[in-house]
């Protein structure tokens, strides 16, 4: 049989010896060279072939937050280069990929009703509601848990520019939430096209939540049949204790927690947003880290007016430094934040030839002060630096980096939402100072995962600005030849796509970058795998197979190909997702292209081999035990025949692997289900070294033994029938 991999029946090589199952692709693997393409014409994947399946990509990524109901999402994706702290570190791992499904479990913890819900969820009977109110009122955590209660087989984000007169969309027995619906689609829509669209999600079984932004109201009739005004913020008490309750446990709701002036606070009758924040700070407060009237203070200063304030009164360039510095990497260590804020001057002096660029400018009627003298080595403690920031350190904590532990000293302002607060007013007030951020972002180091921290933020503020060239730095950053921009250029997207008006411009980019220079195919294929793809997973399968299919020989392709391979497995890492991408390898490997079968045999084997040194998709051990509890088994066991028939030694050794973890009750009824689908030259090769390896379970002895009996009464059939048929 041809091995798909190349060079005819040569077996392709197994795993590397002492590969690090960390990094995103091969180690050894660099980005392809002019001299290199000369020499080596043939296929790329060739050379990836039984290397890549034992190096998982890491790719993490931080979704929309429900309990605030804003947003963060991105990704990480490590290059392939060595790295101690690859797939460990806590700094990277706290990006994190929660799927749209997934944020249904965390909006339940922490939802309580407000009046106007009920009512909407009576109007979701005929399958669709528009959620129309205030911005900050509650809709989108309203709106996951009128899907959450319906108990749906799959909930699904679409884009707030959806066409909704046409519905080829939908599938049967989705929930589908579009949040903040385009003003332009709004108002084109009339009674009939919504009868229509309540009909289409009807036929499949499924529903459709719209949330609106106050004043903007679809001509849907008079009636309004599905319109649902969301006005008044939930009870504020009521919504504090399940917060209270999700972030200490059940017990939470402790009476020297909330005292006169809290209940004061409450009697505003503030968002969810701000109350989830009071909880953040309650919270804080129950675990020692500051006192109650500390964090009184902190919820009566409002970090919207607070940051003017505080850019105003931090006047020297070096508690400025420090400041951003704090505002860009809230919650990091201490000497990492010092180092970023060293960082930020140099950078300043490189850009403007003086580090005092970023102070405050000398009154006009004060005569400049002449040069300061060199700064004592006792000069002002961390304290008095941190005073005058306004911030502080929290208590020591333990994060673990590889194979080992250390403390860290996480850094805060006193005001929470202070960070975004300022760095929202720096991005819109001060242009030059954007600009020298902006450079400063891009050359954050990789160390602990600061350049993904810095890359969201920039991100984030991207969705602070107005005009069509928002998102330019960030192409910037995709088309270069470092993977570090390129990674950062992935986290910038993902995190301003969270805006629903960028997300429309984002999308529009990649369907461009899939076919366009490799860099920008890296760029898009690495998007797909983290909360972007997530909540797009027909789009984002959908190019990742386009990707997939350009020639192995193309420029670039390897780096790919790893990049296809990555958000596959990180895609999978979503149980409500996991079909989708099995069925989408199923397609590539049966009826894909060459390139793309390819990439699906290498996908396949990087998904379902066991890694005990790593948190994998499965628990360790228990992989044949969970599929059949997903209902997955089936499907996995079609792929193996056919990956068994195309490409043996690779499939054979996660078989065993699989053995040697696994109950022998588990793996007998995952390897009948493979055995079954008929003989072929991969099980036979299977059956034979399981019996020379000698099997002890009597439960896989039965599973073989059967197997061969059944194979054997096939082929005694069939040459019945071909005698018959010759007379």
Request: glycine share 8%.
């Given at each position: 049989?041809?091995?798909?991999?190349?060079?005819?029946?040569?077996?392709?090589?197994?795993?590397?010896?002492?590969a690090?199952?960390?990094?995103g692709?091969?180690?050894?693997?660099e980005?392809?060279q002019?001299?290199?393409?000369?020499?080596n014409?043939?296929?790329?994947?060739?050379?990836?072939?039984?290397?890549?399946i034992?190096?998982?990509?890491?790719l993490?990524i931080?979704?929309?937050?429900?309990?605030?109901?804003?947003?963060?999402?991105?990704?990480?994706?490590?290059?392939?280069?060595d790295?101690?702290?690859?797939?460990e570190?806590?700094?990277?791992?706290d990006?994190?990929?929660?799927?749209?499904?997934?944020?249904?479990?965390?909006?339940?913890?922490?939802?309580?009703?407000p009046d106007w819900?009920?009512?909407?969820?009576?109007k979701?009977?005929g399958?669709?509601?528009?959620?129309q109110?205030?911005?900050?009122?509650g809709k989108?955590?309203?709106?996951?848990?009128?899907?959450a209660?319906?108990?749906?087989?799959?909930?699904l984000?679409?884009?707030?520019?959806?066409?909704?007169?046409?519905?080829?969309?939908?599938?049967?027995?989705?929930?589908?939430?579009?949040?903040?619906?385009?003003r332009?689609?709004?108002?084109a829509?009339r009674?009939?096209?919504?009868l229509?669209?309540?009909?289409?999600?009807?036929?499949?079984?499924s529903?459709l939540?719209?949330?609106?932004?106050?004043?903007?109201?679809?001509?849907?009739?008079d009636?309004?049949?599905?319109?649902?005004?969301?006005?008044?913020y939930?009870?504020?008490?009521?919504?504090?204790?399940?917060?209270?309750?999700?972030l200490l446990?059940e017990?939470a709701?402790l009476?020297?927690?909330?005292?006169?002036?809290?209940?004061?606070?409450?009697?505003e009758?503030?968002?969810?947003?701000?109350?989830?924040?009071?909880a953040?700070?309650?919270?804080?407060?129950?675990?020692?880290?500051?006192?109650?009237?500390?964090?009184?203070?902190?919820?009566?200063?409002?970090?919207?007016t607070e940051?003017?304030?505080?850019?105003?009164k931090c006047a020297?360039?070096e508690?400025r430094?420090?400041?951003?510095?704090?505002a860009?990497?809230e919650?990091r260590?201490?000497?990492?934040?010092?180092?970023?804020?060293?960082?930020?001057l140099?950078h300043?002096?490189?850009?403007?030839?003086?580090p005092?660029?970023?102070?405050?400018a000398?009154?006009?009627?004060?005569?400049?002060?002449?040069?300061?003298?060199?700064?004592?080595?006792?000069?002002d403690?961390?304290?008095?630096?941190l005073?005058?920031?306004?911030?502080?350190?929290?208590?020591?904590?333990?994060?673990?980096r590889g194979?080992?532990?250390?403390?860290?000293?996480p850094?805060?302002?006193?005001?929470?939402?202070?960070?975004?607060?300022?760095?929202?007013?720096?991005?819109r007030?001060?242009?030059?100072?954007r600009?020298?951020?902006?450079?400063?972002?891009a050359?954050a180091?990789?160390?602990?995962?600061?350049?993904?921290?810095?890359?969201?933020?920039?991100?984030?503020m991207?969705?602070?600005l107005s005009?069509?060239?928002?998102?330019k730095?960030?192409?910037?950053?995709?088309?270069?030849?470092?993977?570090?921009?390129?990674?950062?250029?992935?986290?910038?997207?993902?995190?301003?796509?969270?805006?629903?008006?960028?997300?429309?411009q984002?999308?529009e980019?990649?369907?461009?970058w899939?076919?366009?220079?490799?860099q920008?195919r890296?760029?898009?294929?690495?998007?797909?795998?983290?909360?972007?793809?997530?909540?797009?997973?027909q789009?984002?399968?959908?190019?990742l197979?386009?990707l997939?299919?350009?020639?192995?020989?193309?420029?670039?392709?390897?780096?790919?190909?790893k990049a296809?391979?990555?958000?596959?497995?990180?895609?999978?890492?979503?149980?409500?997702?996991r079909?989708?991408?099995?069925?989408?390898?199923?397609?590539?490997?049966?009826?894909?292209?060459?390139?793309?079968?390819?990439?699906?045999?290498?996908?396949?084997?990087?998904?379902?081999?066991?890694?005990?040194?790593?948190?994998?998709?499965?628990?360790?051990?228990?992989?044949?035990?969970?599929?059949?509890q997903?209902g997955?088994?089936?499907?996995?066991?079609?792929?193996?025949?056919?990956?068994?028939?195309?490409?043996?030694?690779?499939?054979?050794?996660?078989?065993?692997?699989?053995?040697?973890?696994?109950?022998?009750?588990?793996?007998?009824?995952?390897?009948?289900?493979v055995?079954?689908?008929?003989?072929?030259?991969?099980?036979?090769r299977?059956?034979?070294?399981?019996?020379?390896?000698?099997v002890?379970?009597?439960?896989l002895?039965?599973?073989?033994r059967e197997?061969r009996?059944?194979?054997?009464?096939d082929?005694?059939a069939?040459?019945?029938?071909m005698?018959?048929?010759?007379?």
């Amino acid at each position: 049989m041809e091995n798909p991999m190349g060079g005819g029946e040569t077996p392709v090589p197994g795993p590397r010896e002492g590969a690090d199952p960390g990094t995103g692709g091969p180690p050894e693997i660099e980005p392809p060279q002019e001299q290199q393409e000369q020499e080596n014409s043939g296929p790329v994947l060739e050379h990836l072939a039984g290397k890549v399946i034992s190096n998982i990509g890491n790719l993490t990524i931080k979704a929309k937050n429900v309990t605030l109901g804003s947003s963060y999402g991105g990704m990480h994706a490590t290059d392939g280069e060595d790295s101690e702290d690859a797939g460990e570190d806590d700094a990277a791992r706290d990006l994190r990929l929660v799927p749209l499904g997934q944020q249904l479990q965390e909006a339940r913890r922490v939802f309580y009703a407000p009046d106007w819900y009920w009512g909407a969820r009576r109007k979701l009977t005929g399958r669709l509601v528009f959620l129309q109110g205030r911005p900050g009122v509650g809709k989108y955590t309203a709106a996951l848990n009128l899907l959450a209660e319906l108990h749906l087989k799959d909930v699904l984000l679409l884009e707030s520019d959806q066409e909704l007169t046409e519905f080829s969309w939908i599938e049967d027995g989705c929930g589908y939430l579009l949040e903040k619906l385009v003003r332009e689609r709004a108002a084109a829509l009339r009674e009939e096209d919504a009868l229509r669209l309540a009909a289409a999600l009807d036929r499949h079984r499924s529903y459709l939540v719209v949330t609106l932004d106050g004043g903007i109201s679809p001509q849907v009739g008079d009636h309004k049949k599905y319109l649902a005004s969301a006005e008044s913020y939930p009870d504020p008490h009521r919504v504090l204790r399940r917060h209270l309750e999700h972030l200490l446990g059940e017990d939470a709701w402790l009476d020297d927690l909330v005292d006169a002036r809290v209940e004061e606070l409450l009697k505003e009758e503030p968002p969810p947003g701000q109350v989830a924040r009071m909880a953040e700070e309650l919270a804080r407060v129950h675990r020692g880290e500051e006192t109650l009237d500390e964090a009184v203070d902190a919820l009566r200063r409002r970090a919207e007016t607070e940051a003017p304030r505080l850019l105003g009164k931090c006047a020297r360039a070096e508690d400025r430094a420090r400041m951003l510095a704090v505002a860009v990497y809230e919650g990091r260590d201490w000497s990492l934040v010092e180092q970023e804020a060293r960082r930020l001057l140099d950078h300043v002096t490189r850009a403007r030839g003086t580090p005092e660029a970023l102070g405050a400018a000398p009154s006009p009627s004060e005569p400049e002060s002449p040069p300061a003298p060199p700064e004592p080595v006792f000069g002002d403690t961390r304290e008095q630096r941190l005073e005058r920031i306004e911030a502080r350190c929290a208590p020591f904590r333990e994060e673990r980096r590889g194979s080992y532990r250390y403390r860290v000293e996480p850094v805060c302002f006193r005001v929470h939402g202070l960070a975004e607060a300022l760095l929202k007013h720096v991005w819109r007030e001060h242009e030059a100072a954007r600009e020298l951020l902006l450079g400063w972002l891009a050359d954050a180091p990789k160390d602990h995962g600061l350049h993904l921290v810095a890359a969201h933020r920039a991100g984030e503020m991207a969705r602070q600005l107005s005009g069509y060239q928002v998102l330019k730095p960030f192409r910037e950053w995709a088309r270069s030849d470092d993977s570090r921009l390129r990674q950062m250029a992935a986290e910038a997207l993902a995190a301003a796509a969270e805006d629903p008006v960028l997300a429309i411009q984002v999308r529009e980019r990649f369907r461009r970058w899939v076919r366009a220079g490799w860099q920008f195919r890296w760029t898009a294929a690495t998007v797909c795998g983290g909360s972007f793809g997530a909540s797009r997973p027909q789009l984002a399968l959908e190019w990742l197979g386009e990707l997939a299919s350009y020639p192995s020989e193309a420029d670039g392709q390897a780096e790919v190909v790893k990049a296809v391979i990555s958000s596959l497995q990180q895609l999978f890492t979503a149980p409500t997702l996991r079909r989708r991408v099995l069925d989408t390898l199923r397609e590539w490997i049966e009826g894909g292209t060459a390139v793309q079968r390819k990439t699906g045999l290498l996908a396949l084997a990087s998904i379902l081999k066991p890694d005990p040194r790593r948190s994998r998709f499965f628990r360790p051990g228990d992989l044949p035990g969970q599929l059949q509890q997903e209902g997955l088994e089936e499907l996995v066991a079609g792929l193996l025949w056919q990956a068994l028939n195309h490409w043996y030694e690779p499939f054979r050794d996660v078989i065993f692997d699989w053995m040697n973890q696994a109950s022998g009750q588990a793996m007998a009824g995952l390897l009948e289900k493979v055995l079954a689908q008929g003989e072929s030259s991969g099980t036979a090769r299977l059956v034979d070294d399981l019996e020379r390896q000698g099997v002890p379970d009597p439960d896989l002895t039965r599973v073989l033994r059967e197997a061969r009996d059944a194979w054997l009464r096939d082929m005694a059939a069939q040459i019945g029938q071909m005698e018959m048929n010759h007379g």
